[in-house]
């Protein structure tokens, strides 16, 4: 079974992985670690590479010596961000998606949009929301 994690180094994401690598424990499964980064034009690959470090890092120090399997994503997108992990999700075909969930007013909520709501309403499979 592949689990995916949303993750994006802010602390609910870093709460999110810990509840993943929990669950991939003992369902014996690996972990999809995915952030998305919206394409600018020109790509700067100095600023993806950078990225792609210290999102390397920041997933080492919190499951470096866990024994769960893991791979590491930076999807760089031209679509929303809601889209993209739908659409990794389906690829790749994971079992369970995990995200983080950070409360919004109404307001911010119109304007921004929410990732996690488009997730949690389009996924093809379970999604586990943690706070």
């Known amino acids: 079974m592949k689990l995916m994690v949303c993750y994006d180094g802010q602390e609910s994401s870093v709460a999110t992985l810990k509840v993943a690598l929990e669950h991939a424990k003992v369902w ?3 972990l999809e670690i995915v952030n ?3 394409r ?4 700067d690959h100095k600023i ?3 990225m792609e470090q210290e999102l390397e890092a920041s997933v080492k120090a919190q499951i470096g010596g866990e024994g769960v399997a893991y791979n590491i994503q930076l999807l760089i997108t031209s679509q929303d961000a809601g889209e ?3 659409s990794f999700s389906e690829e790749k075909k994971i079992g369970l998606i995990f995200l983080g969930i950070v409360k919004k007013s109404k307001v911010n909520k119109l304007i921004f949009g929410s990732t996690a709501q488009y997730v949690i309403l389009n996924a093809p499979c379970p999604v586990v929301a943690v706070k």
């Open 28 to 30: 014996n499964a690996s």
């Open 84 to 86: 993209e992990l739908i």
């Open 40 to 43: 600018q034009v020109p790509l």
């Open 48 to 50: 993806v590479l950078e």
């Open 36 to 38: 998305t980064f919206t």
